[in-house]
C-alpha cells in the first residue's frame, strides 16, 4: 500500500515536470501582496470611450503583445503600436512587472474587439477591463508579469465584482490567439488565495 502510495505521488511530481515550469517557478505560486501594487501612468488619449455613468464590469480579459517596431518589449514603442491602430487596455504589464496605467477602470477601452463570452453576451469590452502582458509568440510572460497581473487583479476585485478572467483567444477564438505561452493554471492558483471567484470562462 506505501509503496503505491509512493507511486502516485512519483507519477503526480513526473506529470508536474511536463508543465511549462520553467516560465512559472514555484515561487509564483505564492498569494501576492496587495499592498505591493504601484501603477505608472501612461495615460491613453486614443482607443478609449469616456464613461460619464458608471460602468458595470464583471471580466478581465488577458492579453500578450509586443512592438514590431524598435525593441518589441519597450512599453512606449508598444503604445506606439496601440496609438497607431486606435487601440487600447487598460492596463500594460511590462518585462519587470512595472504596471502602466493606460485607461480609467469606468472608461471602455477597445482591446477585444469582435467577441463573444461563453454565456453569450457579445462585445466583451463593454464589461471588460483589459490587460496587456508584454511578450512575444515565441517567449513566455516573466515571473515579475505573474506576480504584477494577480496583484492587479485582486486589486480590481476591490472595485469591481469580477467573474470572469479569460483569455483574448477564448472570447475570440477565430481572430486572436494570445496571450501567447501563459499559464492560466498559476494565474488562478495566485488569484484564488485571495478570492474564491475566479474562474475561466472556457469554450
Ligand atoms: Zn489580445
Known amino acids: 500500500m506505501r509503496t503505491l502510495f509512493l507511486l502516485c505521488i512519483s507519477l503526480l ?4 515536470c511536463g508543465v511549462k ?11 501576492p501582496k496587495k499592498e505591493s501594487l504601484a501603477t505608472v501612468e501612461m495615460l491613453a488619449d486614443f482607443g478609449i470611450e469616456k464613461n460619464e455613468s458608471v460602468r458595470v464590469v464583471d471580466t478581465v480579459v488577458v492579453h500578450t503583445a509586443y512592438s514590431l517596431e524598435g525593441e518589441p518589449y519597450e512599453p512606449k514603442n508598444l503604445y506606439n503600436v496601440f496609438k497607431k491602430y486606435s487601440v487600447s487596455p487598460h492596463y500594460m504589464i511590462g518585462r519587470d512587472g512595472t504596471i502602466y496605467k493606460m485607461a480609467d477602470e469606468n472608461d471602455l ?3 477585444a474587439g469582435k467577441s463573444r463570452m461563453k454565456d453569450g ?4 469590452n463593454a464589461f471588460s477591463i483589459g490587460v496587456e502582458i508584454i511578450n512575444s509568440k515565441t517567449d513566455y510572460p516573466t515571473t515579475a508579469q505573474y506576480i504584477s497581473l494577480a496583484n492587479l487583479i485582486i486589486d ?5 465584482k469580477i467573474e470572469y478572467v479569460v483569455g483574448h483567444s477564448e472570447i475570440a477564438p477565430e481572430r486572436k ?16 488565495a485571495d478570492t474564491k471567484h475566479a474562474k475561466r470562462d472556457t469554450q
Open 21 to 31: 515550469q520553467e516560465a512559472v517557478p514555484q515561487a509564483v505560486l505564492q498569494q
Open 156 to 160: 480590481i476585485k476591490t472595485r469591481h
Open 13 to 16: 511530481f513526473f506529470a508536474g
Open 109 to 111: 477601452a477597445h482591446h
Open 177 to 192: 490567439s494570445d496571450p501567447w505561452n501563459f499559464d492560466f493554471a498559476a494565474l488562478y492558483a495566485m488569484i484564488a
Open 121 to 124: 453576451r457579445e462585445g466583451v
